[in-house]
C-alpha cells in the first residue's frame, strides 16, 4: 500500500534531529576563526555570547509566538548573580553560570504568568515594565550593584587549569564550548514533540486545546527556559569582561538583540547566531571607517536585509536557494525534452 502523496510531503517536512553537512561546517567555523584571527578574539568572545543571547530570545519570540521588549532583564540578572557572587569570593565559573541560570529562571517562571495571559500588545508593555524596574532597582541600590559605576573588583577562577587571559583565549573557548553544550540540548528540545507544541501554539493557539495542549503550561516553560538561557549568557559576559554595567539591563540591550535576531531570521535558532555574528561585525567595521555616522549605515543595512531578504538572512538564503533549484530543474527538464 503506497503513502498519499501528501502525506509524504508533510512527514519529510517534521524535523528529524539529524545533524546536516552544513551545520557541522557551521560549528567548525568558530573553531577556524580561532587559529585565523587571533588578534580579534575578544570580539570573537562577544559575538558567541550575545548569539547565545539572541538564542534564548528566539526560544519565545521565534518558536512560541511571545514577543519581548524586557528580555535584558533575565540577562542583566545572570550577569549581576554571577558578578555579586565573585566580588563576594565565589571564583568557581562554572558553579557560577549554574546558580545564574537558576536566578533568572526563577524570576522568569514568576515573570511568567504575567506575560503569558496577555496577547502580543500587552506582552510588549509587561516585559517593558519589567525590564524598566530591574534596571531602576539595580541602579537605586548602587551600595550592592555598583549603581552607574558598575560592579567592579570581580575576580574568576581557572577553567580546568586555564586562566583568563587579556588576549581572550580562554574567554573564546570558554563562551563557544558553553554555547555548543547549550545549543546541543536546545536543538534537541525544539526538534522534540514538546518544540513542536511550542509552532503549533505559535501558528494556532487557540486551537491547541482542542488536541490536549495545556497552551499556559507550555508558554510558561519555554518562557522560564528563555529566561535560564538568557542568564546563562549575562554570566559569560560578566566572567569574561569581569565588569557588570547598568547597561546589561538597559532597554537598549533588550532592543539591540531583537534587531539582530530579526536581522539573522526567527524560529531557527541558528538565526540568532548568524544574526549576532553579521551585526556585530558590520558594528566593528563601519564604526571603525566612519566612527561618527556608523548608525546610519546599520540603520540602511537593516533595511535592507528586511525589505529584500523577508524572514531575515536565513529566509533570503533559502529563497535564494530554492530560486537556483528551481532554474537547474527547468534546465534539466528542458535538456532531457531535447
Known sequence: MTTPRYQTSKLASLPTGRWTKLEIVFWILPVAAFFLFPNYLVLGSQILIVGLFAVSLDLMLGYAGIVSLGHAAFFGLGAYTAGLLSVHGWYEPLSGLLIAAMVAAVFG????????????????????????MLFEAANKMAFITGGVDGLSGMMVGNVFGFEFDLYGKTAYWYSLIILFILFVILRRLVNSPFGLSLRGIREGGKRMPAIGANVQRQLITIFTISAAVAGVAGALLAQTTQFVGLDSLGFPRSAEILILLVLGGTGRLYGGLIGAAVYMLAQDFISAQNPAYWQFWIGLLLIFIVLFARGGLLGGLDKMRDYLMSKLRSAKSKGESL
Open 109 to 132: 517562571f514568576c515573570a511568567s504568568f504575567l506575560v503569558v495571559r496577555g496577547q502580543d500588545l500587552t506582552r510588549l508593555m509587561v516585559t517593558l515594565g519589567i525590564g524598566l
